[in-house]
């Protein structure tokens, strides 16, 4: 593949990291002349002729090439400014924005030498009996889960602290008859072309985005999810977000730790009041009908918009969705990501809310538009956000980190034990049901 890459830096020494993608993915700029693609710490590929606006072509090592394709079509055009250095830690603050106009800050300082060529093993036997299926295990699970996959089959899990590259995936899912996975895991046609006596995709989350569907279905693998269990954790973290945004629970606390409190004050922190107000959901749900239970308790009235009405067992009115977007004093998001949903909360909608309103999401981060939520909390179109989740993951923008008015958590809306633990076991339950030749509890296809 080649193309024109328009870049301009200064000629630094070492190599910088400018970007991590959702699929790990890194680029690197080697004193402005070199383009170094790296997928989770190991390089894949580089480009050279990166100086000014020329023309150059990608040099792939191992069968990267399809992985560097997407994300270098997406960032096409980059630029970045003068890099300021952090003496005390040696990392390098630098900016790059995508052709969307998208400006992101990355914090990363790697020596050449520092860049891996080769990956250890990471992939280890755990009861190593070829009488049992084999299944092959990203992550490590809660023990329950990992004990109940045990029993019925020899476990070849991920042990490292790291997530597997794509490489390393094709190259242990040859002879495994099932696959637990996470939803950072890409499970693409390409991955399942290589996995001959694959039989079911077990995926430990509600989502299933990650997994070609089609391909799967193709091949007759059944892929299954873990809903219901994470409702509740899901919906606790919600309304987390939703006191912590309307009460200025962070800043406050920053404030405290930071010696700052002199004694109480009567314009300290000023928040917004819960009770009384409309809380919208969008995406009446499993999750966002817990979420709107919850909020009986506060007298709130709750207001909703989805494909259809829903009979519910609490007072609710369904509204239009340009209604719910004017009306709602909190805006709850909990609903899947799709084509029809991403950046359903675009610059209309967030002009279109109240200035006072605060916007929630726990559910999927494109389905806000992130620039154009930066551009709101800034210029005051809205009050506040909570949010879990991110367009490009884990990559939270340096913009949205720098707002005040913006509660930002590491995507951990099911991140209690006892949710852990029971997508776990649902996970492995769907599993073992499908190599028993038996009703998975939970199978999408």
């Known amino acids: 593949m080649s193309g024109i890459v328009f870049f301009k830096t200064q000629d630094l020494d070492g190599i910088r990291k400018f ?23 190991f390089l894949i590929g580089f480009y050279l002729g990166l100086e000014s606006q020329t023309q150059g072509t990608i040099t792939f090592l191992y069968d990267s090439k399809s992985l ?7 960032f096409r055009s980059i630029s970045t400014t003068e890099p300021c250095v952090n003496a005390l830690f040696g990392i390098y603050h630098f900016w790059a924005s995508d052709p969307e106009g998208r400006v992101l800050e990355f914090q990363y300082f790697l020596k050449p030498e520092e860049i ?23 992550r490590l699970l ?9 029993e019925v089959f020899e476990l070849h899990a991920n042990t490292s602290d790291r997530a597997m590259q794509i490489r390393e995936l ?33 995926n430990y989350a509600v989502g299933y985005n990650n997994i070609d569907l089609e391909a799967a279905k193709a091949r007759n693998i059944a892929v299954c999810n873990t809903p219901g269990v994470l409702t509740e954790s899901t919906a606790d973290l919600a309304w987390a977000l939703i006191m912590a945004t ?5 800043e406050s606390d920053k404030f405290s730790r930071e010696g700052k409190f002199l004694g109480w004050e009567p314009l300290l922190f000023l928040g917004k009041d819960i009770h009384h107000k409309t809380l919208g959901i969008l995406g009446m749900g499993r999750i966002g009908q817990a979420v709107a239970r919850r909020a009986i308790g506060f007298g709130m009235d709750i207001i909703y918009h989805g494909p259809s009405t829903k009979e519910l067992d609490f007072p609710a009115q369904y509204v239009e969705f340009d209604t719910l977007i004017r009306e709602a004093d909190i805006l709850s998001l909990h609903l899947p990501l799709t084509p029809e949903t991403r950046h359903m909360i675009g610059e209309k909608e967030l002009r279109a809310m109240k200035p006072g309103a605060i916007l929630i999401n726990t559910a999927r981060g494109a389905i806000v538009d992130e620039k154009m939520l930066i551009k709101a909390l800034r210029e005051g179109w809205i009050w506040a956000a909570g949010l879990d989740v991110y367009e490009e993951e ?7 980190k720098e707002l005040p008015n913006v509660l930002v958590l590491p995507h951990i809306g099911s991140a209690s034990l006892e949710t852990r633990e029971a997508m776990g076991m649902l996970a492995a339950r769907n599993a073992i049901a499908i190599i028993d030749g038996k009703q998975a509890p939970a199978r999408v296809v």
Not at 68 to 74: I, P
Not at 181 to 200: G, T, Y
Not at 246 to 250: D, E, K, S, T, V
């Open 19 to 41: 970007y991590t993608g959702t699929l790990g993915l890194s680029l690197y700029l080697d004193q402005g002349k070199c383009l170094i693609f790296a997928h989770n710490g």
């Open 68 to 74: 560097v394709d997407a994300a270098y079509e997406r």
């Open 116 to 138: 891996q060529t080769d990956s250890n093993e990471i992939v280890e036997i755990l009861n190593e009996d070829s009488s049992k299926p084999k299944l092959l295990l990203t």
């Open 142 to 150: 809660p023990q329950k889960a990992m004990d109940k996959l045990q």
């Open 170 to 202: 094709n190259e242990h899912i040859a002879g495994k008859d099932a696959l637990v996975c996470l939803l950072n895991d890409r499970i693409d046609a390409e991955l399942i072309a290589a996995a001959d006596k694959l039989k079911v995709i077990a």
């Open 246 to 250: 309307a009460r200025r629970i962070p």
């Open 394 to 400: 884990p990559e939270i923008p340096a913009e949205l």
